[in-house]
Nanobody, 115 residues
Framework: QVQLVESGGGLVQPGGSLRLSCAAS????????MGWYRQAPGKQRESVAA???????NYADSVKGRFTISRDNAKNTVYLQMNSLKPEDTAVYYC?????????WGQGTQVTVSS
């Protein structure tokens, strides 16, 4: 059974930083391209960043230069370092395959950027 568990969210002031983690189990993690997604209230879920099995990355224009995705295959974990956070980054953040699979969605972790 595949399980993705996101953590690291919280309340942060504008300009602050957070590091999200997503621990995977039940899959051969290292072979999959993985991604981070977010869903703000009243909006559709959107892709934020992705990383291939080899470590190549890409980002949504809205986060480019501020967010960094990385992975540790030994720990079956993908990370999202978020710097210079803005109120519009407020959302529930999820991880999944870079081409998401419905049954893999976890509970997500809430990120709130507010003063």
């Amino acid at each position: 059974q595949v399980q993705l568990v996101e953590s690291g969210g919280g309340l942060v002031q504008p300009g602050g930083s957070l590091r999200l983690s997503c621990a995977a189990s039940g899959i051969i993690f290292s072979i999959y391209a993985m991604g981070w997604y977010r869903q703000a209230p009243g909006k559709q879920r959107e892709s934020v960043a992705a990383i291939t099995s080899g470590g190549s990355t890409n980002y949504a224009d809205s986060v480019k230069g501020r967010f960094t995705i990385s992975r540790d295959n030994a720990k079956n974990t993908v990370y999202l370092q978020m710097n210079s956070l803005k109120p519009e980054d407020t959302a529930v953040y999820y991880c999944n395959r870079a081409i998401p699979i419905y049954d893999w969605w976890g509970q997500g972790t809430q990120v709130t950027v507010s003063s």
